[in-house]
């Protein structure tokens, strides 16, 4: 078929616009496919032009924007110079070669087809392609170079840039070339400025299919542009180089910036300063990366294992600290008669006071209470009765003068002789234990117990006993020679009296309940009013009633002080308590009180304490005096003035059996150091708080009747029982139980254990889980 | 004696939903793995067992009794000293999503008890106030459609740099170069400054990974970012480095560190960016630095000059300071002298409604390279919560009333004002900075948004961590113990921060290109913004849109 030509130009030499010209192209190609367009700059040549049998266009003069414009598949249109902005624009599918440069816009949103470039082309070339997946993926061949914004949002376009007399042959690709590109392949062969978005795009060499395409197709593009003799420079391989896009899945595990960081801090950062910044302020400090669960030396806090360093509330709270935890601990572990030895070391009255008269402070804040009720200590008291004394320590030819034989007194003793110093008591009485044994009711405290403990008393070597010796200033003045220490332990002995009308008529408490529990008590009247309702008024309301009073009443000016088991003994019997009750005077009718009215007795009883009775003693003794009596003062090892003389029990202040066999403790424990050089150490063990044990791991049940019930029933405060739990809960397993070695010859023996838990500090996070979890409070959790 | 069942009570006794964040904790999901306990920065919570009554309820059954079970569980403190701060770290390294703080909707008893030995709440982080900014509500209303050729922010090369420094008016600047005269210095920095924050106050970590990233900012990036040191003084190290270049050295009135500056000049390799004078911040208006014992570590006490693990309490003035005359007159010549005049020096003041009187002097004062205006929604490591709540100015206004002040002496090109508090306060970092520059300000300081965008901080406006004073910075940001410092890697600490400043500037164009505008930034460029709130409009003058 013969060329259809298509003039740009009129007759008259005048240019014709593109729509006109668009109408003569359409027309001469609907009829021939083969046109030649002598064209002067009409815009949108080529646009939308296809013919079935295929369509050759050439154009010869100047073209407009936009040449080959919508180009359809089958199409082919050969420029035979250099063409404006926007060829191939749109593109579908036409092939277009230029044989001059192209400038801006060249491809711009090209779908399909292919575009040579026998030049080099302007900006922004090869932008907003796309790639449908039905049909081949665009091609921009370029024999030079290109201009800035090349390829931006490139989505399907292959380029191949081929760097043939580049306009700049210092950056073939333009500068930032691949801005937002997500698809296609560029080709590059010439120097770059690298100006491409790091995140966008990447350099590679090209892969083995690749270069085979690339070899394959070169041929054909050389071809179009007429100049085949090229191919051999543009096919060496490593001249090549491929810009390939970035997945958005890579870019996500990209930081944006152009240089990885690591690589500034290693080449800039570190080389500027010559190493750490901080060297010289803090040499060797350590800034390095760490995790926020650590272990070891990075955390914050580490578990401390503190068997034993505080006190169990039992301990804490008896005046004599007997390890009460420590008993049951021992029981729990099968060493029953370790346990008796441990309560006797504390005390020789372990069944008359805790058993008997004491009101037991050891339980009166006894942690089990938040789960039930108290450890029953009076049970674990009585259970001692019949025990052996411990083994007494060797003699130390030591010898100490005790005067008085109470409780104070013989606990003094009592711990003196088991270290091995002779325990000299002398008793103004004619038997010791003084108000225990003298005014303390029997139905209160079993004879047959007391007996039994006096006699495992009076049977423990060093103890000598001196009954009815009246104390003197010449016989303290002696003793006070001839011993090394002598510890005065009297008590009160002299009831204290009130001076109203017909007070000679009132019996002294002390002096009735003497009588009352010997063989020849001191008859009672019908009715009986006791002045003074505490527990003493409480013990002689009691003794009335046995010895034949009906009514009893105890009479005070504030509201009475009785409490516990006293309280209730004299209640039971039918002992009224009347108060605020003021005595005016006494007459044999009864007592009078400030308002007139008469309570009738024929026996009033005053109970409103004892005092010192100090007669015997020197100067060199210094009282203190409270209350219109005087009291020797002491300081806290109940050393007195005289420091060969210590004062122990009521004689310093009145208090309870317990105390006074604290006292009595405390003070041998002072002398025992003493004769062995050593420091005297007192009780310094803090009581542990209760909201460091955790006692929901126990669940409520009945007191129990035994000594067994009341070990299972103890929540061992601070005071390991061995039970695994922390080992258990721990996360990381660092925690374990091991065995340690403890001597068999250690007296203290039964107040350590042969295990301990420890914490491996490397597997340990600190989670303070073994803290929250420790039953008995053993594990903290400490700052470091 | 007191039962052990009971329960004592006290005034500040509290439960768990009179508190600020309330631990959710779920039982079923729990591995009992031990990280939440063990991360907790304030010991708030803990392995709690617990023991459920089950009695025999059945009414057929003569048998009676109860069934007990014991479960666990993590539970909060309710103490005042171990209080949830609501930062989430348990919930962080929970491996089974099975806790997590969350905001009580109870009132807030705790604050009640804020004053435990009669010292008032301190905390750190900014002004309590939640909700949009009124730098938040503004819009960018004038766009170029057609009209004037937009521009492609992507695309189109911007300068969008800011000057720091006096600029003398033309007819001085001619003067000055034909005589040889002191033509004052000025610095082309990037219009967001990293704001002062103490080395002591930030952590070696955190104070170094942010100078990295500014760094690599200007090395790599080719952004111009500058950052300021806050008053706790600027390692040796730093101060004989290149990269003093990029850092403003802050004299504040605690004088901190100002011996090894001054032992460093002779051998300083470059000029340092600027010296900012700072004689008040928007956070704690009237206050000085804050920095509590607990932050004052070996290494902070041997920069700053002083005894390890004392309080450092800076005077709210400087002591020997009695006029805004005088002080421009001693500290502003002195600097500028220490620095051969080719340092720009600069106040920095809390916003106030004085701030006119103070810049209307400065303008008369040829040291005078800016002033630094610092809004009362500022951030702080310490301060008490009644000055970081109540006391200040905000910035909007104050800087808008110092330029319009400035606009009517023409002076408005020659002395820059740069503004800081609350810029970027709910995340809008560009949006509100360049809405502070279009109102008159020549860039602004950002310091809060750093730490959070930089380095994770979880401190927010719902009194959320906050406990910047303590040391304990659970991320490690604020605190000077190497074991939670450590958690703070400074390299991804420098990679935040250049992507924080990769993204603000592409912030600042797609700001800028609509205005089709792209060689300057445009300061005090009014007619381009709006708000729709009538008072506010007219206050600010600006319009009104709606």
Known sequence: MATTVVKGLNEKGERIS?????????????????????????????????????????????????????????????????????????????????????????????????VFIGGSIGARGLTMTKWNPEHEKPELWVLGSTGDSFAEFNCGGIAVVCGIKPKNPDNILGYRPCVGMVG???????????????????VTQPNEAQWQWLTEN?????????????????????????????????????????????????????????????????????????????????????????????????????????????????????????????????????????????????????????????????????????????????????????????????????????????????????????????????????????????????????????????????????????????????????????????????????????????????????????????????????????LGAEKVTLVDIQKPLAFGKEKAAAEALGAQFRWPVLTKEVTDEGLITNTGELIAAQTVIISIGDVPALSFLPESVETVTVGGAAWISTDKAHITSDSKVLAVGDVERPGLATNALGAGKTAAEFIIAKSKGQEWKPFDKQVIPQKALTITHYIPMDTGTSEQDQADRCLSCASCRDCHLCETICPTGAISRQDILTSTHDDNRSLTTSYEYVSDDEKCIACGFCADTCPCGIWTMNAF | MVPVRSVSVTPSSLTPSDLLWIIEHREERCTLCGNCTAVCPKGAIRLAHMRKRLPKLDVFSKKRGNEYQTFTGIRQETEQSKLCIGCGMCSMVCPNEAITPVAGTNENRTLFFENRKGEPMKRGGRRNATGPTLLDRIIFDRISMLTDPALDAGRHEFSVTTTLGRVLSPEEFLEKSVSGGWIPPTREIFPFVIG????????????????????????????????????????????????????????????????????????????????????????????????????????????????????LPSPPVHQTLYSIEESVMKMLQTLSMAFEHKVPVYPKISASTSAKSVLNNLVRNPYAAGLMIDGIDGGTGAAYNVSMDATGHPIASCVRDCYLDLAKQGKQNEIPIFAAGGIGKNGNIAQNGMAMIMLGASGVHIGKYMMQAAAGCLGNEKNRCNVCNLGICPKGITSQNPKLYRRLDPDKVAERVAEVFMSINTEIKKIMAPLGRSQSLPIGMSDAIGIADKAAAERLQIKYTC
């Not at chain 1, 050969?78 to 060249?106: F, M, P, Q, R």
């Not at chain 1, 590059?188 to 491409?196: A, C, I, L």
């Not at chain 1, 914050?300 to 390890?323: G, L």
């Not at chain 1, 674990?380 to 019949?386: E, F, H, R, S």
């Open chain 2, 196 to 311: 002062s924050m103490s080395f002591g106050a930030l952590s070696p970590n955190m104070w170094l990974g942010l100078l990295q990233g500014v760094a690599y900012c200007n090395e790599v990036l080719g952004i111009p970012v500058v950052m300021c040191t806050g008053e706790g003084g600027c390692p040796p190290w730093v101060l004989r480095s290149r990269f003093l270049k990029y850092i403003i050295l802050q004299i504040a009135s605690g004088y901190f560190g100002w011996d090894e500056i001054i032992r460093a000049i002779p051998e300083m390799k470059c000029n340092p960016a600027a010296i900012e004078v700072k004689y008040g911040q928007g956070a704690k208006p009237g206050d000085g630095g804050l920095l509590m014992w607990h932050k004052v570590s070996k290494l902070i006490a041997r920069l700053r000059g002083v005894p390890e693990g004392v309080d």
């Open chain 1, 218 to 546: 070169i041929v054909g593009f050389l071809n179009k542009i007429r100049q085949p003799e090229l191919l051999e420079m543009l096919t060496r391989r490593d001249e090549w180089q491929v810009l390939m896009p970035i997945t958005p899945q890579e870019r996500a595990l990209m930081f944006a910036g152009p240089m990885p960081m690591a690589e500034f801090r290693n080449e800039h950062w570190n080389k500027e300063f010559g190493g750490d910044p901080l060297r010289d302020l803090a040499p060797g400090l350590d800034r390095s990366n760490i995790g926020v669960i650590v272990s070891g030396d990075l955390r914050r806090k580490k578990p401390y294992w503190a068997n034993c360093e505080s006190a169990a509330p039992c301990t804490y709270y008896c005046p004599v600290h007997i390890p009460t935890v420590d008993r049951l601990r021992l029981i729990r572990e099968g060493r029953i008669e370790e346990a008796y030895q441990l309560i006797l070391r504390y005390t020789p009255l372990p069944a008359s006071v805790c058993g008997a008269v004491c009101p037991n402070l050891c339980v009166e804040n006894c942690s089990r209470m938040g789960v039930d009720t108290a450890i029953d200590a009076q049970l674990l008291g009585q259970a001692v009765n019949i025990f052996e004394p411990p083994q007494v320590a060797e003699s130390t030819g030591k010898k100490v003068a005790i005067i008085g034989g109470g409780p104070a007194g013989m606990n003094v003793a009592w711990q003196l002789a088991l270290s091995g110093i002779e325990a000299h008591i002398f008793e103004q009485d004619d038997k010791i234990g003084g108000k225990l044994a003298q005014v303390i009711p029997w139905e209160r405290l079993s004879q047959a117990i007391w007996d039994r403990e006096i006699a495992r008393f009076l049977a423990t070597p060093n103890i000598k006993v001196s009954c009815n010796v009246t104390m003197t200033k010449e016989k303290f003045a002696e003793l006070h020679k001839e011993y090394d220490y002598i510890v005065i332990a009297v008590g009160t002995h002299t009831p204290r009296r009130l001076q109203f009308p017909g007070n000679e008529k009132v019996l002294a408490a002390l002096d009735f309940l003497k009588k009352a529990k010997s063989p020849k008590p001191l008859p009672v009247g019908r009715e009986v009013v006791v002045i003074g309702a505490g527990n003493v008024g409480c013990d002689v309301a009691c003794e009335a009633y046995r």
């Open chain 1, 18 to 114: 593109s729509m006109e010209f668009e109408k003569l192209v359409r027309q001469a190609a609907a009829s021939s496919s083969d046109l030649l367009l002598e064209s002067y700059g009409q815009h949108n040549i080529g646009i939308r032009l296809q013919r079935e049998d295929g369509l050759n266009i050439t154009v010869k003069g100047p073209s407009g924007q936009r040449l080959g414009c919508m180009g359809m598949p089958g199409t082919t249109i050969v420029c035979e110079g250099s063409t404006s902005d926007d060829v191939g624009y749109l593109n579908i599918g036409a092939e277009i070669a230029i044989l001059g440069d192209a400038t801006n816009g060249a491809c711009n949103a090209m779908a399909n087809g292919k």
């Open chain 1, 184 to 202: 296609g392949t560029i080709y590059f062969r010439g120097k770059t400025d690298n100006s491409y978005p790091k995140t966008n795009a990447k």
